[in-house]
C-alpha cells in the first residue's frame, strides 16, 4: 500500500469534514476575482439595456430627420413651385433626400404617396400592410395637385434595428424592421392668380 492510501486510511472521517468544512469556508470567505465575476453577471443586461436606450433614441432621432424632410420638400407642393416647374416624384424624392444629412439612405428603404383630395376628412394616415406585415405601397402614386387643393402628403422609412434582443418591441415590420412615417395634409395656396 502506498503511503497516500495507508494514511488516508487512519485519518478518522470527523478529521477529513472538520478540513473540509474548513476549506470551504475559505474558499466562500475568498474575495479574489468577486468584482470581475459580479461584472459577468451584470454586463450583459447592462450592455443590452445601453443599446436598446441607443436603439429608442436613433428612431426618434430618424423620425425627426424624415419629419423635417418632409415638410421642406412638402413646401414646394404646398406654394405651387413643384406644380410650375414639373416635378415629378424623383424630384420629390431627391428634395426629401437632400434632407437627410447623410443620416438615412434613399434606396428602396423610402417610399413616398402625395395625392389631392377634396377634403381633410379623407386623408387617410394609416400604414398600409399586406398579409406578411410589409409595407404595401402598390397604391401609391405622386398628384401634388392644383392650387387651393388639399394634398395628402404620406412617406415612409423602413429603418434596420441593430440590437436583436431588446428591439424587438420596436419592430413593427418583418425582419427586425421598424417602419419610420412622417405625414403632411395642407391646402395648397392660390398660386397661378
Same mark, same amino acid.
Given at each position: ?9 487512519? +485519518? ?12 470551504? #469556508? ?5 474575495? =479574489? ?35 423635417? $424632410? ?5 413646401? =414646394? ?6 406644380? #410650375? $416647374? ?32 377634396? =377634403?381633410? $376628412? ?6 398600409? =400592410? ?27 422609412? #423602413? ?5 436583436? +434582443? ?28
Amino acid at each position: 500500500m502506498s503511503f497516500w492510501g495507508s494514511r488516508a486510511m487512519t +485519518i478518522p472521517f470527523t478529521i477529513l469534514t472538520a478540513r473540509l468544512q474548513r476549506k470551504a #469556508e475559505a474558499w466562500c470567505q475568498d474575495r =479574489k476575482g468577486a468584482a470581475a465575476v459580479e461584472f459577468a453577471l451584470v454586463a450583459i443586461p447592462f450592455f443590452f439595456l445601453i443599446f436598446g436606450i441607443l436603439e429608442v433614441c436613433l428612431i426618434f432621432i430618424m423620425s425627426t430627420v424624415l419629419e423635417n $424632410s418632409v415638410s421642406e420638400a412638402a413646401r =414646394k407642393v404646398r406654394t405651387g413651385q413643384a406644380q #410650375e $416647374s414639373g416635378y415629378t416624384e424623383v424630384e420629390f424624392r431627391r428634395d426629401i433626400c437632400n434632407e437627410f444629412f447623410n443620416l438615412l439612405s434613399c434606396d428602396n428603404k423610402l417610399h413616398i404617396d402625395v395625392r389631392s383630395m377634396t =377634403k381633410f $376628412s379623407a386623408a387617410d394616415m394609416s400604414t398600409p =400592410k399586406d398579409a406578411d406585415g410589409n409595407l404595401d405601397d402598390v397604391g401609391f402614386i405622386y398628384d401634388p395637385g392644383e392650387a387651393n387643393e388639399i394634398v395628402a402628403v404620406r412617406v415612409y422609412y #423602413e429603418w434596420p434595428l441593430i440590437t436583436p +434582443i431588446i428591439s424587438a418591441p420596436l419592430a413593427n415590420l418583418p425582419d427586425n424592421r421598424h417602419l419610420l412615417q412622417a405625414n403632411a395634409v395642407f391646402r395648397n395656396e392660390p398660386f397661378g392668380d
